[in-house]
Every structure is written in C-alpha cells, then in structure tokens.
C-alpha cells in the first residue's frame, strides 16, 4: 500500500472520514456563555443527579456519548470502537462513562487534546479499513479537575488572571465512511513540547509552545498559510496562550491573523463570566466543536478549517516534584460536506 | 478498501506487521526471577540514579525505548509515531520518559493492557498505511504504583495473599512494515467488563472476566480454539487470575489447557520471592514478551500465540467513592518469523 504521509508529521486519509454526528452537552456556567444556543443539551445541576463530581463527569461523558449515536442514527452496537479520554486520574470519567457500552475500548490520554487525540486515531482506523463507525469523545469537569489539580472548591482560593477555567462537559463525535458531514481529510500529529514553564495557573503559557509547533509543522508538511483556512482553532490556550502563539509563529516568520482563534476564547464571555484567560479542559475544545464549529462546517460557513486541541501533560506529583508543563497539540484538517449529499 | 474485520471485535491485518526490535528492562526484585536471562537490562538501584520512584519510572521509559530503537538499527527520528502509557496519574511516567523523543506522539491509558493496547494500535497505523515504524511501550514501578494505589511502602503494610506485586520496568516494541522478525497478524479488542470485585487487593479476580471474554470473543471470530495456539499468555492476573480465567471459560463451554499461562505467574519465584498472587502492572506484559515471548518467537519454540495484556481499569478516587473496578484485556495474534528471510 502506498504511504499515506505527506510530511514528517501529517498523513493524508485516502478518503475523507465523514463526521457523521457530533453531540455537546455542557453544565451551567457553560450554558451562559455566548455558544449556549449551540449546544445540544445543557444541564443545570453540576452534579448531574450523582453524589460526586468524578460521577457526574462519567454521567456526562454517558449521555452525551449516546447521544452522538442516536444523532447519527446508529446504535451503539454499530460502533466498531470507542476512543476517549479525560483529565481524572486514569481516566476515570471516560472509563465509568462508558463501561455500559460494551464496545471495543481504547482509552487515551492526551490531556485537553484528547478529543484531537481520539478524533485522529478514529478516522485513521477508519482510513485503515479497521472500522466503519467509531465513537470519538473526550470530558471534563470544573468541579472534579479543580478538586484534582489546585485547591479543593470550597478553600475558596484566589485565582490569578492567568488561570482558566475548566469548561463542564462531554463532546463526542461518530466517525464513519460515507453517508452526509463535514469531513476530516488530514491529521497532523504532535509532539511533546517542553520549555519550562512551572506554573498550574498559567497553562496557556505552557500549551502555546505546542500549538505554535503543531501549526508551523503542519504548514510545513502541507505547504499551506493562514490563508488557506477559514478557521485555524486551538483547543484551550484562552487569551494569554493564543496571544503567545501568534507572537512565537510571528518569530518563525509565520503570520497568523484573525482567522486564528482558541475555544478556551469563544466558549466565555470573559468579561461577563468571569473566568480570566478563558476556558480549559478536555471539554473546552470537544463541546465547541461538537456544538459551534460543527455547525458552522455543517452550513457551509467555514469550508476549511484547522482544528488543534492542545494538552498540558502535567500531574500533580510531577508538579510537586518540581517538574515544568509539557505541552502537546493534535491537529486535524476539517472541511465542509461536499455539495452532493452522497 | 475492503473491510479488515473478521469479527465482532477481530481484525486481520493485510499484511503482517514485524516486530522489528523489542527491549526490556527490569529492576532488581525481576533481576533475581526465573527470566532473569531474557531481560535486556537490569538495574539495581530502585531510584534508577532519580531522586524519586516517579522519575526512575519515566528513567526506565526513556533508557529502555531507546533501546528498542537502537535495536532496531533505527533512529528515534525514524519513529513516525510512539505509542505509550502507564499506571501513574496523567501517565506521567510516559510523558516526561518520551518527551525528549520529538516524535508525534499518543498517549495512552488501558492500565496493566497498555501494551497491547500500544501494539494494537501501532500495527494498525502501519497496516494502514500512516507509519513505515512505531514505538511502542509500557512501564510500571513497584514503589510509584503502592504508592499511588495501596499505601505507602514505609508504613509496612500486610499484604493479603491475593495481592500481586508490581513489575518495575519497561518493555518496548518497534513495529515496522517489512524486515525480519515475529509478526502480528490479528487483533482482537477487548470490552469493558464489570463484575461488581471491589478489592483493590485482588485484581486477578477483577481482570479475569475481561480475560474470558476476550479469549472467547477471538475464538468466535476466528474459529479457534485453545488447539491453534502454543501460548495464550494474559497480562497479569496471577495464579489466581488465571485460575477463575480456565473455570469462567470451562462454563461457556471452552477448555483451556496448560498452553494458557499469564505473565504474572511466569515473571516471579511465587515460593522464593513472596510475590503473593504473582506480577502485575503495565510492566508485567510487556517486559515478558519483550524479554521471553520474543526470543521464544525468534527460536520458532512458539509459532503463534494469543497475547493478552489485562488493565483493572480503577483509580484511587472511584475505589474510595464505592465503585467497582472494571477490567479490560487487548488480544494480538502474534506468530514466528517466516521461514525465510526477507
């Protein structure tokens, strides 16, 4: 077979894997912001009818897989896999969420770029001839990463403007060959990205680095520019990290201009909201795909775009002990339905 | 493309995929075990010249992948992808062993399954037709994973008979297409399967219905039986494990022999080393096929064997908060070199 690499970072599917449903489902806070309309279902109670937020996460990630599948028409038994992941130690949101599913199961852990992660390995199973339909999601939850990573909530810690805060929620997709959706036609994949920035409150610092990496190697591996998308779109730098990456590119000779935005960005309203440098976690760039890009790519509004999710691969041991923030960020080229429905 | 599925969760693929190289390297309790002669390396000092079990994991990670790929006569630039995960929080063993590499990266979380999960998804990159090579891996550390998991070492808690001792190690696989050396040939991906175990002491019992119902899935799709294989080796149940494996798969009907065997039962002394129930851990698979399988395979001593890395797919915060721990197992049909070399 011939090779499906077009550079030393990128492969190009042989046939676009089509996006065949995408379901969003979020909490309150998310539910106030500008996408609310977007979003399929939101959900006012943070704990989601369970007794913990490790459970209500799993809830999310449960339902919201579900109902990607019932979008797209299928049932869970047409899945071939399921790829997931989350911020919880082992990835518990994803692992309890779905243990109902009774479906081939990759677990992944890729930070906040898992749904890039997930999105990647999917279609290129699919490209592969592995699978016909695979469930593709990713999770997070304010609550239960706050508890984890900072300060428990209820200390009531000051937090810097720096920090971000970690969108509630769970976004999935079904990847599938044929049938009517935006495509994935080419994925980038990242590499690990460390220049030594220590501090937890200031993750789009220690992610830009990565994002700036991903998109300069993609334009490399492609020999396209800014200008050849309508949206290039990290996943959760917020206003500091997106900032930082056009001045990083902007060094390598690289510009970006406004068409380069972050969901960490879009999915709060910061000045109304509250929440400093924008939204963060694996649901940041899941929900804001799944809900507003999609659409957009559904409506024909974006025809191109590049879609990156960007990680910090930190714990809280390796932060204990010293360790900087490596970051990473997994791109993928996504790109309108075609005109005739097939 | 045609279809690669054979089955329900099998697919074969169309070319077998060489395992150009693998490496292993233990620590001193697997140094005086019966397999002490396949490891590849073997240190002494637990810390691995680290200040903590943590960064001596990520030490064995980055030391031992190496390794594979200088076995390989390859060089980590040659990488188009490396595959890796472990036990610990945010698979930080992972992350900061592999973030030297500069190599796309996906990081992975299937708990003590994390090697096949790796190799699984490494050939079907190549298969594909996305990778010419991918490094594949998985580590684990006594002390990091009692630590995280149990309690800590310096409190000299009992351990119960049914408890399995955690390989330190790490075990890594070069995948390519072309070259000489064991193939693997089928992959078969395993369910989340829950049984209600709660006991974070006894993860032979949790991990075994995902065991059978792995084994019993690849036999359906493929139409085998235990007959059509040399060894069927699971990842790290134990004796005890292993035992409820044969007793669960005798009531479907299916008889396992002595040709069914699991890595933690082969990798300790259980009367010399007081390792209880046996080994176990992401290390516990993969430092054994790495070090014994593979050299047995290279002999042509087995000419085809089912592999099947186990996870107990749990975490510290679900065991407290009263969940159960569901397991989870990656088959790979794994067969000798051609006669010939290519």
Partial sequence: METKRIGKQTVRLREPVVIRAAASTVGPKEAEGPLRKYFDETVEDIFYGETTWEKAESHFVEKNMRLAVQKADL??????????????????????????????????????STMGEAMSLG???????????????????????????????????????????????????????GGYG????????GK???????DANNMGAAMAPAAADLI??????????CADYDAIVSGDLGWYGRDLVVELLEKEGCHLD??????????????????????????????????????M??????????FLPTGALMSQTSAQQGESIPGIAHGLVIECPPKEEK
Avoid at 85 to 101: E, M, P
């Fill in 258 to 295: 406004e068409r380069y935005t972050d969901c960490g960005i879009q999915i709060f309203n910061q000045r109304l909201q509250d929440t400093h440098a924008g939204g963060s976690g694996c649901a940041c760039s899941a929900v804001t795909f799944c809900g507003y890009y999609y659409k």
């Fill in 75 to 112: 049932l869970m038994e047409d899945m071939d896999y399921i790829l997931c992941g989350d911020l919880l130690n082992q990835c518990s949101g994803s692992i309890f969420g779905t243990r109902q599913f009774k479906r081939p199961f990759f677990g992944l852990f890729g930070a906040c």
């Fill in 182 to 189: 935006p495509v994935i036609t080419e994925i980038t994949t």
């Fill in 192 to 198: 690990t990205v460390d220049m030594g920035i220590t």
């Fill in 216 to 225: 300069l190697a993609h334009f490399l591996d492609t020999g396209r520019s």
């Fill in 123 to 177: 279609a290129m199973l699919i490209d592969g001839g592995f699978a016909k339909y695979v469930l593709a999601g990713a999770s997070s939850h304010f609550c239960s990463a706050e508890k984890q990573f900072r300060a428990p909530l209820g200390l009531g810690t000051q937090r810097p403007p720096t920090a971000s805060w970690t969108v509630t929620g769970d976004g999935a997709v079904v990847l599938g060959k």
């Fill in 297 to 306: 790519l559904m409506e024909r509004k974006i025809r191109r775009m590049l």
